[in-house]
């Protein structure tokens, strides 16, 4: 079922939208199992994802938009021309065992370190000398 969202969430996520790229497009089939299993996926990676739907008539997106929301329980954010913008919050992840610590780095035992040479100053020749 889909969430709705107030209107200051709805323009949160259109800003966050914004300058996101269409990750999934549906072709000239329309809404297949295939573009509901990528659409789902899309989601649960993302949570808010953009899709490109071809088509002449404004009412058939607005019925694929329809479709895709029930199908996955997302919420209809934006439907801009051939751009419709979905979100589905992630569900939380579940509560396991604390994540567990790399052991401590031991330094490389490396050979001692030569000092470096002394550099001895050497006087410049030519038209400029120090007096």
């Given at each position: 079922?889909?969430?709705?969202?107030?209107?200051?969430?709805?323009?949160?996520?259109?800003?966050?939208?914004?300058?996101?790229?269409?990750?999934?497009?549906?072709?000239?089939?329309?809404?297949?199992?295939?573009?509901?299993?990528?659409?789902?996926?899309?989601?649960r990676?993302?949570?808010?994802?953009?899709?490109?739907?071809?088509?002449?008539?404004?009412e058939?997106r607005?019925?694929?938009?329809?479709?895709?929301c029930?199908?996955?329980g997302?919420?209809a954010?934006?439907?801009?021309?051939k751009?419709l913008?979905?979100?589905?919050e992630?569900p939380?992840?579940?509560?396991?065992?604390p994540?567990?610590?790399?052991?401590?780095r031991r330094k490389p035992?490396?050979?001692?370190?030569?000092?470096?040479p002394s550099?001895?100053?050497?006087p410049?020749?030519?038209?400029?000398?120090?007096?």
């Amino acid at each position: 079922m889909p969430k709705e969202l107030t209107p200051a969430e709805r323009q949160a996520l259109k800003g966050r939208a914004h300058r996101l790229n269409p990750v999934v497009l549906i072709g000239l089939e329309g809404v297949t199992r295939g573009v509901l299993a990528e659409v789902d996926r899309a989601l649960r990676a993302h949570e808010l994802i953009k899709i490109r739907v071809p088509g002449e008539a404004r009412e058939d997106r607005e019925r694929v938009l329809g479709e895709l929301c029930a199908a996955t329980g997302a919420a209809a954010v934006q439907h801009i021309g051939k751009i419709l913008v979905l979100y589905r919050e992630r569900p939380a992840e579940p509560a396991s065992a604390p994540p567990r610590r790399p052991p401590p780095r031991r330094k490389p035992s490396l050979p001692p370190r030569k000092p470096a040479p002394s550099r001895t100053f050497k006087p410049r020749r030519g038209r400029f000398r120090p007096r």
